[in-house]
């Protein structure tokens, strides 16, 4: 039994306050990965105080060793919690669960920040400090749309849950994991990131990569007699810069051609040189490759390795390491849940979400169907005076509204029509 609910900024207008509060004290929280607790723990206790149900608990590594997905580099589990915090519906209808990592990016130099980053300071719309769109922002949105739901006398047939993952920052599918081990699941997910408002039904998998160029350390006035490390790696960075180039122009994929590159090839750290005077006998460069939801990661990784070997040719000495990996994922534009999100879109004006996040993991791992949506910009995520437009994190926060009751009061044999 479908019953309309009839939201507008005037049914939210009552909880407005208490969000932006909400939301600055989020912000002023720290939770760079390894240190989420105060925050998950704030928002359970949030959670609580307004009637919602909170499961909140600490995984360990053990815990995750019988999945096929396994994560060789992280930080450690351990003080690390997950909580999932549920709106239980009231029967028969489809559950959603939405997905928020807890942890953000560190602040980088402090000095370049013109509203200090753990000060969740709003200025006029915007509400500014490190996480404040990423993901501090979308999680708010999506849980006012459970703290307007639980108030109401319409609660949505289905169960509505929030997990609140650690980690994404770090290594991203490992929180969602710790989640997916505690037996929550659901028949739809929205993965919270910044999307500039618009539900994205695809999303992107990726591997890390290091690539340590070998050399030989010898006086610099001397260098001929030596193997210059620094300069190995000048050569690999422009072989990298080729092919991100020449990779946008194979396989595309419709949902990701509105960006500039098919399969950005991003370096994010280069170190190299002990001493001055002497050649450096290495100097590492890490990053990562981000691919096409289609894209088959171990392929992708394999001729990574083999068109670098290719384009410096024999006579420059690297290894390449291959960490993190993490899947992509692609729901048709048709798709129920797609149609619960955007009614009146039509499939050509669909697009992917230009990063990858944690939507690959339930995706691949239960099948489930999954969007990702939020308010804020990557344009203004991992920068200085990172903000989010207070406007958009309560207009999501009412189309999260509208999205639950198309889902949620739909019968759940109804999950892929
Ligand atoms: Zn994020």
Request: aromatic share 8%; hydrophobic share 40%; glycine share 10%.
């Amino acid at each position: 039994m479908v019953r309309a609910l009839q939201i507008g900024p005037a049914q939210l207008a009552d909880r407005r306050v208490a969000m932006r509060a909400l939301l600055e004290q989020s912000i002023a929280i720290p939770s760079v990965s390894g240190m989420e607790a105060g925050f998950v723990e704030f928002l359970a206790k949030f959670a609580q105080r307004v009637g919602l149900e909170v499961d909140l608990w600490q995984s360990s590594e053990a815990d995750l060793g019988r999945f096929p997905v396994h994560y060789p580099r992280h930080l450690p589990l351990a003080g690390r919690p997950t909580a999932v915090i549920r709106l239980p519906g009231t029967r028969g209808g489809r559950s959603l669960i939405f997905n928020g990592h807890s942890d953000v990016v560190p602040t980088g130099d402090v000095a370049a920040w013109t509203h200090h980053p753990w000060g969740g300071q709003s200025i006029d719309d915007a509400v500014f400090g490190r996480g404040a769109c990423d993901t501090k922002g979308p999680i708010v949105s999506a849980l006012w749309s459970m703290v307007h739901l639980a108030e109401s006398d319409q609660r949505p047939a289905g169960d509505v849950l929030l997990e609140l993952v650690p980690g994404e920052e770090d290594c991203v599918g490992l929180g969602t994991l710790t989640s997916v081990a505690r037996g929550w699941k659901a028949d739809g997910c929205v993965v919270l990131e910044p999307t500039e408002s618009l539900p994205r039904c695809a999303s992107r998998g990726g591997v890390r990569f290091t690539i340590t160029a070998l050399g030989r350390s010898v006086h610099g006035t001397v260098k001929w007699l030596g193997e210059d490390a620094i300069n190995s790696a000048r050569l690999l960075l422009a072989a990298i810069e080729s092919l991100q180039a020449e990779w946008t122009t194979v396989d595309s994929d419709p949902l990701f051609e509105a960006y500039p590159f098919a399969r950005p090839l991003t370096v994010d750290s280069i170190r190299g040189g002990d001493w001055q005077g002497m050649l450096a006998d290495r100097c590492v460069i890490a990053g990562y490759l981000e691919l096409l939801p289609a894209d088959d990661l171990k392929t992708w990784q394999d001729e990574l390795a083999f068109a670098l070997r290719e384009r410096v040719g024999g006579g420059v000495r690297f290894v390449i390491d291959f960490s993190e990996q993490y899947a992509g994922h692609r729901l048709q534009p048709d798709h129920a849940l797609c149609r619960a999100a955007q009614p009146d879109q039509r499939g050509s004006a669909w697009q992917g979400f230009n990063s990858g996040c944690e939507a690959g993991l339930r995706a691949g791992l239960l099948g489930t169907p999954t969007l990702v949506w939020g308010p804020g910009s990557l344009a203004q995520a991992h920068a200085a005076d990172e903000f989010v437009l207070f406007s958009d994190v309560e207009d999501v926060a009412g189309q999260f509204i509208q999205f639950i009751e198309r889902w949620c009061n739909a019968p759940t044999d109804q999950t892929h029509l």
